[in-house]
């Protein structure tokens, strides 16, 4: 094996791990915790999309924040197992040649159902089937996502489909 290889191998394992530690850590937080960061990501969605939110009634602004919170954290949870499911994707075409998207599928679906299960014990957190099933077609977009550049890098160089 090339040394190229190699690095290539080192770096994807570090990349999913990484991604896995960041998503353990994020549902390791408290309900305080994970409002608070999210709160703040919400405020920023809403003030971009809307400028003069500030300036609603407060009912207005409560109805906004609520929803617009929920799709935060809804696209929050659909990211972060979309990168994992990406570096899944590419880690695993290192190592074989077919069933590469299945499988990264099926690893990162089984990190979803752990994640949410390990929400359980987080303090005021609880786990949630609708959240597993998000991350689970987050995995999956991640994982098409790597399968379509693999398959761009392959035909410009040449080569057959990824």
Known sequence: MSVNRRLIRIALWIAVIATAVMIFCFSA???????????????????????AYDSRPPEE??????????????????????LLGFFLKLLLTQYMEKRTSRLSWGIGTLYAMTDEAHQVFVDERSGSAVDMLIDSCGVMAGALVAWALLTLIARARGGKQA
């Not at 937080?29 to 400028?51: C, K, M, Q």
């Not at 602004?61 to 979309?82: D, L, P, W």
């Open 61 to 82: 602004q409560m109805n906004i924040f609520g929803f617009t919170g929920r799709v935060v954290r809804k696209c929050a949870h659909f990211s972060e197992f979309a």
């Open 29 to 51: 937080e408290t309900r305080e915790e994970s409002a608070e960061t999210s709160d703040g990501i919400t405020l920023l969605v809403i003030r971009l999309f809307d400028p």
